[in-house]
């Protein structure tokens, strides 16, 4: 019980308070002291009864059956959680919307995390269950198709059923590269079989004479490249006989031409898409890599010997390209030479958005198709040697497409001529696709996706696509939004020479834009800093060199390990 004096009455009530009346009772409390007490005994008094006051206040005012009216006691608002239900369904807030929103498409974001992961620990593991199995003894050698510096091709045929035609499959024997080849193939016949040419199979040969050598097997589609087809002089209407079946009984001249242009180009980006969506980016997009398949009538990417898959790192080195100069893109590296080497796989493939958006790297296979793209449509530009020289004029025209067209216009050749006159039907827009993708700066160039949106394949003639091409092509131009008309206005309107109430500068005021001097000079302080950030810049270099070195040297293929090795 406690007792607690307010203005001469004790207040007595028990530990309990609540449900029991208070009793009041005079106060007759003395304490004797036979001398003064200390500061310390004051203190000690003092916080006893202030602790017996507030909880006496605690009870009066919490308590409930003290007798005060409810109007003071706020009886009806006193809820007690301990007897709430308890939820067990999520609380949907603004922000938990945005933030699943977000991660969301961070896990779906080019190259794709959580593609990556599915794809790297169950479709993985569930093919090498699946997948057919060949040796050296079930292949049958026939002829040979071609040889390059990284190996040769053959048509060949199985063993057990050989066919009667020479051979259903297609081998090649690959001393470089072959690993990484056989990671690439396998990771499109998963994830975008469609872009590259069917793959069967691929293993580690051990020989005695030749040593370690890689056989890769795919199934036979046809001979015919694209750079075969581009030879002839009945390009581009020798591709309408393979793509219909059948040559049209139309009239020749350009709409019909670049009706066939159009569907090939369709056709490239369709599989470059593919490529890119999973993070692989070729690096030899040329028309020797481009075969036609005679079962799809569909034109297909092949030799991946060079390609990295840069969701997981693969056959990515810092300042190292494989690449062909005639098609390769200005800046010859597809991501910034201080990008270190990639880490683990698991580590990488979650940073990989991150990395694709800062270097956007599939911009320099649409530096590669947009020559393919000039190539088709000017007669004079499909040799190796006229391309060469293009090359050439336009690094002289600061890789100005523009500038190469007013260059050489006035003075072309009929082909040339010809080639103009194609680009520039249905208002240019055949010219304005080439142009934004034939840029010299990466990031200014057109995707595969944009470009499959673009307006020049809105009167392809051809082939008719599918409704669910139909649909993807509909989806990429209703989200992405071009604004080139915007910023060219934008250019224009600050560049313009006229009065101010025209809203440009006038010819002073551009005068006085070019004379303006930095106000700050050079000084010690200021070349002392500068001097010491270089210094800095190159012990980091220095130091990233080294750890890339070292991670080389110490990096084993962890990915090789999964490549069947011949007994």
Known sequence: MASVAIGGVVLHSHSSFLGNKLKLKPLSLSIPFKKQPNSRSRNLIIYAHGGEIFSFAHDLFVGVGVGLPCTVMECGDIIYRSTLPKSNGITVTVPGVILALGTLSYLWATPGVAPGFFDMFVLAFV?????PTYKKDDIVLGKKLGEGSFGAVYRVSLAKKPSSKGGDFVLKKATEYGAVEIWMNERVRRACANSCADFVYGFLEN?????????????FEGEATLADLMQSREFPYNVEALILGEVQDLPKGLDRENRIIQTIMRQLLFAL???????????????????????????????????????????????????DPRYAAPEQYIMSTQTPSAPSAPVAAALSPVLWQLNLPDRFDIYSVGLIFLQMAFPGLRSDSSLIQFNRQLKRCDYDLVSWRQTVEPRASPELRKGFELLDLDGGIGWELLASMVRFKARQRISAKTALAHP?????GLLALSFIQNLKLQFFRATQQDYSEAANWIVQLMAKSGTE?????????????????????????RNALASALRLQRKILRTLNESIDELRRQKKSLWWSKWIPREE
């Open 207 to 219: 020989s005695s004479k030749k040593g370690a050598e890689y056989w890769l097997l795919w199934r």
């Open 273 to 323: 898409d593919g490529l890119h969506s999973t993070g692989i980016v070729h690096r030899d997009i040329k028309p020797q890599n481009i075969i036609f398949s005679e079962g799809s009538r569909t034109f297909k990417i092949i030799d991946l010997g060079a390609a990295a898959d840069l969701r997981v790192g693969i056959n990515y080195i810092p300042k190292e390209f494989l690449l």
């Open 501 to 525: 109430q025209d809203g440009g500068f006038t010819e002073a005021q551009l005068q006085e834009l070019r004379d303006i001097e930095p106000k700050k000079k050079s000084s010690t302080p």
């Open 456 to 460: 020049y394949f809105d009167r392809e």
């Open 127 to 131: 093919e090498r269950l699946f997948r």
